[in-house]
């Protein structure tokens, strides 16, 4: 593996199990991010992954990891989908982990963004912006909210 596809993986490896853990203990009560690759083949070179904590009269608080391409009008369903309850989080990490790195094996780079809806009553959240070159835990405030 190169050293660029070691860092793309290390992107989503990193930045999934923290932005999850967010949403489960209730800091926020959803986080979207989006992934778009740099320097590969495919026109459509970005993937965004939701990740929305609700409440289910039956089941209790659940987190919905799901991506944003559906089309429910002609019944397309998402590329990926999947729920458990809040305390069953850690169980999101590793399909959603192996989705992202498959969809983003081919690009050189990835830039991240970063935005979260805030629970009621919270401050806003500045979204967060970075690449696989400078590592997750360099992503910094974007200049703008309005994306």
Do not use: C
Request: net charge negative.
């Amino acid at each position: 593996m190169s050293d660029q596809a070691s860092q793309v993986r290390s992107l989503v490896e990193t930045s999934i199990p923290e932005l999850l853990s967010f949403v489960a203990d209730g800091r926020v009560k959803g986080n979207r991010i989006r992934f778009t690759g740099i320097g590969g083949p495919a026109f459509n070179n970005f993937v965004w992954m939701m990740l929305d904590r609700f409440e289910s009269d039956q089941d209790g608080v659940k987190i919905w990891a799901h991506t944003n391409d559906m089309d429910f009008m002609v019944g397309y369903p998402p590329s990926f989908t999947m729920s458990v309850p809040v305390n069953d989080w850690q169980s999101l990490v590793e399909p959603i982990v192996a989705f992202l790195n498959e969809k983003l094996a081919s690009y050189a780079k990835v830039e991240i963004l970063v935005q979260t809806d805030v629970n009621p009553g919270q401050p806003a959240f500045p979204a967060y912006t970075g690449d696989s070159e400078q590592g997750w835990s360099n992503i910094t405030p974007a200049a703008s909210n309005a994306f």
